[in-house]
């Protein structure tokens, strides 16, 4: 989620391939769950709330885990560094977002199931806005590790702390819901062993790698290692494009054939979302400072 982990000419299609399934899922499982929130949707269809709570089981515990696989290689690079790091690639992005959707969310509020006050964005420090809880919670979740690195300087003892560190947390999670900053020791006590258990995917990957046939590449269809390269402009940008397309039918076709909705609306951003990504906009120095890409 986080842009390009490690500068390297080949791409690891394995993890893109997981990304893209990942960002698929966030996708489709926000545009069920507009159908569900919506107040002009009384009863929606019955496999709606029940895909909708079965994605919602493990998607984003899937997206901290591919977020660990290669965040030894930031921490790695000291502590300033790694900060300076994080701070554009999660944190921009998360400000950059969270006021545009806010901006957005007031503007057409009469189309919106949750409308928003300018006021919320002086709270965004520690009640994040919105899908963005994830950039925020995984801001502080990799400068814990960061500090953690900085402390221990060794991979594996790093890695075995923060997972042990993220397994108390998510055993004392309940008393945690009673600090202060709520959503930061939510965010932490929930996702944290997720993004550990992660730090040891590289491992997996690795023995993977070693027993499949060193002969060929393993064969993924593009149509999900492709966004799974783009995972930080889809998940940044699908919350503007769907909701367009919900503005849109709701005007043409009021509450009607909702099933078809979800999945013309699901697939439509994806590629939407996909072809921004790649095209010239995405080249610009503004795109890549909002996307938290390097310049």
């Not at 500068?7 to 960002?23: C, E, F, P, Q």
Request: include cysteine; charge should be positive.
């Amino acid at each position: 989620m986080t842009g390009k982990e490690a500068s390297s000419s080949k791409r690891n299609l394995t993890v893109d391939t997981l990304k893209g399934v990942a960002i698929l899922l966030v996708v489709f499982g926000h545009c069920l769950n507009n159908v569900i929130e919506s107040p002009l949707v009384e009863t929606p269809p019955a496999w709606i709330p029940a895909a909708k709570n079965f994605i919602y089981f493990f998607h984003m515990p899937l997206f901290f885990f591919l977020s660990g696989i290669f965040s030894y290689k930031t921490a790695s690079h000291g502590l300033k560094t790694a900060l300076i790091d994080k701070i554009k690639r999660l944190l921009v992005p998360y400000v950059v977002f969270s006021v545009l959707t806010t901006v957005v969310k007031v503007i057409f509020s009469d189309y919106q199931n949750n409308p928003r006050e300018l006021s919320v964005l002086l709270r965004a420090w520690y009640e994040p806005i919105g899908i963005y809880w994830f950039l925020y919670a995984l801001f502080f979740i990799s400068i814990l590790y960061c500090i953690v690195v900085a402390i221990v300087k060794d991979e594996t003892r790093s890695n075995v702390i923060f997972l042990s560190i993220g397994i108390a947390l998510y055993i004392l999670g309940y008393h945690l819901e009673k600090l202060p900053i709520f959503w930061i020791s939510y965010t932490i006590y929930q996702f944290q062993i997720w993004f550990a258990l992660g730090l040891f995917g590289k491992q997996i990957l690795s023995s993977f790698e070693k027993h499949s046939d060193q002969n060929r590449e393993p064969r993924y269809p593009a149509v999900l290692y492709k966004p799974g390269q783009k995972t930080m402009d889809i998940y940044c940008l699908h919350q503007f494009v769907a909701g367009g397309f919900r503005i849109i039918f709701l005007k043409l076709l009021g509450t009607s054939f909702l099933s078809a909705r979800v999945i013309f609306i699901t697939i439509a951003t994806m590629i939407i979302c996909y072809l921004i990504s790649v095209s010239k906009i995405a080249e610009t120095k503004v795109y890549k400072v909002c996307l938290g890409y390097k310049i």
